[in-house]
């Protein structure tokens, strides 16, 4: 009988710390990836955008490719206040900064001016960005290899299902190193003579760190023979562009002020 006693108080000491352990892990709140868009007034950050325009005014009538014009500038994002929108929803106000390269003149000699207002919300299961009054959902919540969802929801453009690439991956870029960066692929869509791509990538306490736009045409000429159309489509797309644009912004420094 006292043995009996003894396996049955091991079994219920056994089985109180299981429970107990399980409901600890079950405690432990969901990492939702919140710190992946930080909503604090005052955040900013500083991106070195490099852009290319194809000129296709004055695309080159025996190579049918167009120059490619290319501008460097400096963005500046700031999360200038937090105000309520008109669904009573915490809102960012966020400002956005220009200065244009100038080989003369560094950027740290030159002066911020105001470029134009966006807005962001971050709600419990969105990241979202009104950009030229068009909104986008940058990020869903919570942040998971497995997540998809639709960029386009909030706005009348066609959907374009979005996922997380990869997440909380260490990334150096330049100066910069972060030990948790999400990617978000938007869109990659290509053909003989068309190619669209889109990336974004997010750091946790930074925000977004990079994006990669491109949005491109190569229409070869229509009287080309079969063997110019070959030799002009084994050109990789990059380097026979008739009309777009491309460009990438890559964070140079952020914090508060």
Known sequence: MKRIITLFSLFLFISIGFFSCKK????KPVDMGYDYFPNQAGRYVVYDVDSIHYDDFNINLTT????????????????ESIYMDNENRPTMRLERYMKYFDQA????QMQWTLRNVWSENRTSTTAEKVEEN???????????????WNGNAQN????MNYSYASIDQPLQMGLLA????????????STLITKQYSIEKYARKAGLIYKQWIDI?????ST??????????????????TKGNQYTMTASYYGTE
């Open 24 to 27: 600890k892990e079950d405690d």
């Open 64 to 79: 049918h490719i167009s120059p490619a014009i290319e501008y460097k500038f400096q963005i500046k994002e700031k999360i």
């Open 105 to 108: 003149v560094p950027y740290t």
């Open 134 to 148: 068009m909104r986008y959902i940058k990020l869903a919540f919570p942040v998971t290899s497995s997540k998809t």
């Open 156 to 159: 009348t453009d066609p959907a």
């Open 178 to 189: 972060f030990d948790s960066v999400a990617q978000v692929n938007q869109v990659d869509n």
């Open 217 to 221: 045409q190569s229409q070869p000429a």
């Open 224 to 241: 080309w023979n079969s063997a110019q159309l070959s030799a002009y489509l084994a050109i990789p797309i990059l380097s026979r562009v």
